[in-house]
Nanobody, 114 residues
Framework: VKLVESGGGLVQPGGSLRLSCAAS????????MNWYRQAPGKQREWVAR???????SYPDSVKGRFTISRDNAKNTVYLQMNNLKPEDTAVYYC?????????WGQGTQVTVSS
């Protein structure tokens, strides 16, 4: 199983970024997909979830600013992040739950700073 994130970078406060996560080795359409993040010195935090049927959920900290989506034809999950804040700075990880197992990508750095 391989999860490869991309799309991170440096952005100013109020800006936007779109992260991508390409999955292989799993039946992507049947997988629950999540995005997590981890800031320096903090625990890993869940930020978005998309179920196999397409429904989504978010914590209050990102609701209304982040949007998760999936393209089953491309085995890819996305995280559109708008109105970014300095506190969104973290390494963002893609996570897949499939056949009672959990898989992680290597992470992509997002830095929000002026």
């Amino acid at each position: 199983v391989k999860l490869v994130e991309s799309g991170g970078g440096l952005v100013q406060p109020g800006g936007s970024l779109r992260l991508s996560c390409a999955a292989s080795g799993i039946t992507f359409s049947s997988s629950l997909m999540n995005w997590y993040r981890q800031a320096p010195g903090k625990q890993r935090e869940w930020v978005a979830r998309v179920f196999s049927g397409g429904s989504t959920s978010y914590p209050d900290s990102v609701k209304g600013r982040f949007t998760i989506s999936r393209d089953n034809a491309k085995n890819t999950v996305y995280l559109q992040m708008n109105n970014l804040k300095p506190e969104d700075t973290a390494v963002y990880y893609c996570n897949a739950v499939y056949a009672s197992s959990m898989y992680w990508g290597q992470g992509t750095q997002v830095t929000v700073s002026s």
